[in-house]
């Protein structure tokens, strides 16, 4: 499984990003996926998750402001980021989690960065 993550950037506080990563390779075991944040000097933390039939998770630091979503037929989830802040400023990740495996996939990360 590879994923490629795209769409950060500079953006200013209030405004709003959207984020996508592409899969390819055997997804069909893949569950759960997600987008994590790194923020400086941090570790990373969860900041939504989608599962295959589209149950969907948020930490409460973005709830009401992102929203993760899916299009299955090109393989591809996105994170829809509103309202964003400086804290939100991060080098995000997005996560496939293949259940069967127990075993995670990382892309390569999209850095985010909010001016106040």
């Known amino acids: 499984v590879q994923l490629q993550a795209s769409g950060g950037g500079l953006v200013q506080a209030g405004g709003s990003l959207r984020l996508s990563c592409s899969t390819s390779?055997?997804?069909?075991?893949?569950?759960?996926m997600g987008w994590f944040r790194q923020p400086p000097g941090n570790r990373r933390e969860l900041v939504a998750s989608?599962?295959?039939?589209?149950?969907?998770n948020y930490a409460d630091f973005v709830k009401g402001r992102f929203t993760i979503s899916r299009d299955i037929a090109k393989s591809t989830v996105y994170l829809q980021m509103n309202d964003l802040s400086p804290e939100d400023s991060a080098v995000y990740y997005c996560?496939?989690?293949?259940?069967?495996?127990?075993?995670?996939?990382w892309g390569q990360g999209t850095l985010v960065t909010v001016s106040s």
């Open positions: 996560n496939a989690y293949d259940t069967i495996a127990r075993h995670s996939y």
């Open positions: 390779g055997n997804i069909s075991a893949v569950n759960v």
């Open positions: 989608i599962t295959s039939i589209g149950n969907t």
